[in-house]
């Protein structure tokens, strides 16, 4: 069970395309899910919490213009990159949870390279 | 503010050795408690939690961990690893009932 299931997992694409990433909750409904970035050897950066139905609330820094973030459904959040550039080339991470205090389970994260 | 400490950065042990992954949080609270797995390229699995109760938790794949308050420690141990248990390995700490804070991460290593 909690399995969350995380799309594309690797994309290449020019500088200045936008790049949608979704994440899903597939036997579980997510009251809330998480987007990360990671880099190289490094801990997981949270970049976002997204409740179904609200405004995402990002961390301090991460653009909100920059990194969308849409949350329609109890199963579905989905982080798009738009107008990417090669800094944001990085390993995208999403999570989910049934509801506070519980586990965050992780999808398999998404491997975005900019060229 | 709340946050984890994981001294080690990289650990190396033979296969069959017993294990023990450090970790420290600091968090004014009754913290909640997370041990995940990281392989490389891949996202994160979880081992085991700590919510209350019992302070010894035991995990999946023959892990086990143990809460000290006195310590602010939550150590992740296995009696005898395997070259699978090559990996990235996180400890996590509750902040409220919103997010969860990572540590730095240790980085296991098995010796043939």
């Known amino acids: 069970g909690a399995v969350v299931s995380q799309h594309p997992s690797w994309v290449i694409c020019k500088s200045g395309t936008s790049v949608k990433i979704e994440c899903r909750s597939l036997?579980?409904?997510?009251?809330?899910m998480f987007w990360y970035r990671q880099f190289p050897k490094q801990s997981l950066m949270l970049m976002a919490t997204s409740n179904e139905g609200s405004k995402a609330t990002y961390e301090q820094g991460v653009e909100k213009d920059k990194f969308l973030i849409n949350h329609a459904s109890l199963t579905l959040s989905t982080l798009t990159v738009t107008s990417a550039h090669p800094e944001d080339s990085s390993f995208y991470i999403c999570?989910?949870?049934?509801?506070?205090?519980?586990?965050?389970?992780f999808g398999d994260g998404t491997r975005l390279s900019i060229l | 503010a709340q946050s984890v400490t994981q001294p080690d950065i990289h650990i190396t042990v033979s296969e069959g050795a017993s294990l023990e992954l450090r970790c420290n949080y600091s968090?004014?609270?009754?913290?909640?408690l997370f041990w995940y797995v990281q392989s490389p390229g891949q996202g994160l699995q979880l081992l085991l939690k700590y919510f209350s109760g019992d302070t010894l938790v035991q995990g999946i794949k023959g892990f086990e961990a143990e809460f000290k308050r006195s310590q602010s420690s939550f150590n992740l141990r296995k009696p005898s690893v395997h070259w699978s248990d090559a990996a990235e390995y996180f400890c996590a700490v509750g902040a409220g009932a919103s997010k969860i804070i990572f540590g730095s991460g240790t980085r296991l290593s098995i010796r043939p």
């Open positions: 999570s989910a949870r049934t509801g506070e205090y519980q586990p965050q389970h």
């Open positions: 036997d579980f409904q997510a009251t809330t």
């Open positions: 968090y004014g609270a009754t913290p909640y």
